[in-house]
T-cell receptor, first 113, second 113 residues
Framework: NAGVTQTPKFQVLKTGQSMTLQCAQD?????MSWYRQDPGMGLRLIHY???????DQGEVPNGYNVSRSTTEDFPLRLLSAAPSQTSVYFCASSYSITGRPQHFGDGTRLSIL | ELKVEQNPLFLSMQEGKNYTIYCNYS?????LYWYRQDPGKSLESLFVLLSNGAVKQEGRLMASLDTKARLSTLHITAAVHDLSATYFCAVGHSGGGADGLTFGKGTHLIIQP
């Protein structure tokens, strides 16, 4: 019963490096999203997808790219890492029906030096 | 732009006491969620509230929604140490279906014996 799986759990990058945070879900959820969590800020939406081939920007999309080629996977790409992107990143998924709660992964703790 | 305000942001209380966390939001929405987060962990769904006057209870926690006042409350009855966590409310954007959530900054709750 995997749910939402995020990899890696921890990562340290240097400024300017690129990397991809992986997110996979096995619940056949149409909707997937990425949030970042910073101390005292709650969670802020980066990008989301309502189905394969469809993505849209959230509140803080700059510096991040996403794609959704399959229902199961929703990777988040950092194009050129900056210290301001040091954060905990959460992926979430849900059915595309009003009122269904989002299921969250365990998070990726990312530090950029 | 949807804004979500929680208060208090920090709460220290004794076991056995009652208290309420408030969540105000700025624009019309058709769904409100409450989540719990333990330190270093992911978010766990507690309640989904979809209509004016909705009330849901689970153990010592009860959540309610007043859509006219744009206010939700999370009431804790006879608190126990195990309820120590950070509690987030999150509001869905109006229009139905699944899309991103706007989170409050969270209420860090410590329950002392």
């Amino acid at each position: 019963n995997a749910g939402v799986t995020q990899t890696p759990k921890f990562q340290v990058l240097k400024t300017g490096q690129s990397m991809t945070l992986q997110c996979a879900q096995d619940m056949n959820h149409e909707y997937m999203s990425w949030y970042r969590q910073d101390p005292g800020m709650g969670l802020r939406l980066i990008h989301y997808s309502v189905g394969a081939g469809i993505t849209d920007q959230g509140e803080v999309p700059n510096g991040y790219n996403v794609s959704r080629s399959t229902t199961e996977d929703f990777p988040l790409r950092l194009l050129s890492a900056a210290p301001s992107q040091t954060s905990v990143y959460f992926c979430a998924s849900s059915y595309s029906i009003t009122g269904r709660p989002q299921h969250f992964g365990d998070g990726t703790r990312l530090s950029i030096l | 732009e949807l804004k979500v305000e929680q208060n208090p942001l920090f709460l220290s209380m004794q076991e056995g006491k009652n208290y309420t966390i408030y969540c105000n939001y700025s624009t019309t929405s058709d769904r409100l969620y409450w989540y719990r987060q333990d330190p270093g962990k992911s978010l766990e769904s507690l309640f989904v509230l979809l209509s004016n006057g909705a009330v849901k209870q689970e153990g010592r926690l009860m959540a309610s929604l007043d859509t006219k006042a744009r206010l939700s409350t999370l009431h804790i009855t006879a608190a126990v140490h195990d309820l120590s966590a950070t509690y987030f409310c999150a509001v869905g954007h109006s229009g139905g279906g699944a899309d991103g959530l706007t989170f409050g900054k969270g209420t860090h709750l410590i329950i002392q014996p």
